[in-house]
């Protein structure tokens, strides 16, 4: 057997049409296990699609807005019935409103917050409620990020969700183990995705970037798209509630 394969398995990955989501998605499916790409956008979702079932032939789309926290358990009901029930969940949505703190609304700060943060928590607690009940086992992988442990001015809704996804993975973990239900989160240095768009446009940020990462470079979707198949994986059976940093050596060095 090969403990890093995921054969025969069955993967919920949320913000799944773009960015760390499609390739964490990709790289479960290039390891064998069948797909649920979620997202908001039914079209883009397909076009996703199209790409998935040249690799895997168990592939699902499910559109649906996970800031819309109240009806997550029984979209997530709805979505085992005619999926199937997924062992591997990755919490991978997430979005990013930047500003100074005394400037920001409250509903940028409600929205980050709802998305990054409740939405891992709501749906996460689905996927446990179903295996509980199924007396199954399975992994969960969170996207958390550099600013679960550090921060920059002007990102304080993201740095306090990210910051609250890492204990929260911490707190399930412990929580879940007993029903065999481990509970981890990568956390991304500066990634090359869409939602970091205008920070790669920026020349000086990039440079910054370069320059302050130890191995000289933005990381890139399949950086942080392995470690997700690794903890969803056999070969870390026996790894729980830890968030594993793949930044590029970021929190290293000053």
Not at 131 to 149: D, F, H, K
Not at 197 to 217: H, N, Q, T, Y
Request: hydrophobic share 50%.
């Amino acid at each position: 057997m090969n403990p890093f394969s995921v054969a025969g398995k069955l993967a919920l990955v949320t913000g799944a049409t773009r960015g760390i989501g499609l390739g964490a998605a990709r790289a479960l499916a290039i390891s064998g296990a069948g797909v649920i790409l979620v997202g908001r956008d039914l079209a883009e979702l397909e076009r996703a699609a199209i790409e998935f079932r040249q690799i895997t032939s168990q592939v699902h789309v499910m559109a649906y807005d996970l800031s819309d926290t109240s009806g997550i358990s029984e979209w997530f009901e709805n979505l085992c019935t005619a999926a199937g029930v997924p062992e591997i969940l990755v919490n991978s949505a997430g979005i990013s409103r930047r500003g100074a703190a005394v400037d920001l609304s409250l509903d940028d700060w409600n929205a980050v917050m709802t998305l990054n943060s409740t939405a891992i928590f709501e749906l996460s607690r689905a996927f446990a409620r179903r295996l509980i009940r199924e007396g199954r086992s399975g992994r969960i992988v969170n996207i958390a990020s550099l600013m679960t442990a550090a921060a920059r001015p002007g990102t304080s809704p993201y740095v306090a969700s990210k910051g609250a996804v890492g204990q929260l993975t911490k707190a399930l973990a412990v929580e879940w183990a007993q029903y065999g239900i481990l509970v981890n989160a990568i956390a991304p240095g500066y990634i090359a995705t869409d939602l970091n768009k205008s920070l790669i446009e920026d020349s000086k940020f990039d440079s910054w970037v370069k320059g302050r990462c130890p191995l000289g470079r933005w990381g890139t979707p399949d950086d942080i798209a392995w470690p997700v198949v690794f903890l969803a994986s056999p070969a870390a059976k026996f790894i729980t509630g830890q968030v594993i940093f793949v930044d590029g050596g970021w929190l290293a060095t000053f």
